[in-house]
């Protein structure tokens, strides 16, 4: 069974805390991605990761960065959290061939920014 | 832009009515189609995907969707609804040539027991 998983449900940070989302995939797949999910905007693309140590901005990359130091691993971090990045963040793999294109996400994590 | 339109932000129905959530696409050229699902409290989940051949496409627990090139569309479709349907459903593009999905704003749907 093909797992993506978050390291935590729900997270709450103060205004100008660095904070770090963490992500890990036990499928091999390439490709990674990370979204954040707010109400009536739908999942806006921050980055993506298409190997290790490589990444391209998505449409919403400011005020983000990310690592991707192992396969299995794909971090994002916010460097000085602000109220503004109070939102749902779900990562998600997909194999790099996948013919399908077939994305699976983790459970998401709920972050609060005081 | 490249863009998707989801019409209904919210719909409520009543267990065993017909349900058919609407899905635009800006014109772009060739795409592939997807419906992601969102149950309570779980991860978003494929739902059915359109690539190629028979625009009408059969997902899981009874779901279908359609293909209409000449609208644009991607409605889903399913005959009768159950209370366990409730859910937030996505529908998303991928334009060929491009690696990445555009979602739609997702509607929320409540099926009443």
């Known amino acids: 069974d093909v797992k993506v998983t978050q390291s935590s449900r729900y997270l709450v940070k103060r205004t100008g805390e660095k904070v770090f989302l963490e992500c890990v995939q036990d499928m091999d797949h390439e490709n990674m991605f990370w979204y954040r999910q707010d109400p009536g905007l739908g999942l806006r693309l921050i980055y993506f990761s298409y190997d290790v140590k490589m990444k391209e901005k998505g449409d919403i990359p400011e005020g983000y960065s990310v690592s991707r130091e192992k396969k299995e691993r794909f971090s994002l971090i916010l460097e000085s959290a602000s109220t503004n990045q109070t939102s749902m963040y779900l990562c998600a793999s997909r194999r790099r061939d996948s013919r399908s294109y077939e994305q699976y996400f983790g459970p998401g994590t709920r972050l609060t920014v005081t | ?113």
Not at chain 2, 5 to 19: F, G, K, M, Y
Not at chain 2, 69 to 81: A, E, I
Request: glycine residues 8%; contains cysteine.
């Open chain 2, 1 to 113: 832009a490249q863009s998707v339109s989801q019409h209904n932000h919210h719909v409520i129905l009543s267990e065993a009515a017909s349900l058919e959530l609407g899905c635009n696409y800006s014109y772009g050229g060739t795409v592939n189609l997807f419906w992601y699902v969102q149950y309570p409290g779980q991860h978003l989940q494929l739902l059915l995907k359109y690539f190629s051949g028979d625009p009408l496409v059969k997902g899981i627990k009874g779901f279908e969707a359609e293909f209409i090139k000449s609208k644009f569309s991607f409605n889903l479709r399913k005959p009768s609804v159950q209370w366990s349907d409730t859910a937030e459903y996505f529908c998303a593009v991928i334009y060929s040539g491009t690696y990445k999905y555009i979602f739609g704003t997702g509607t929320r749907l409540k099926v009443l027991a």
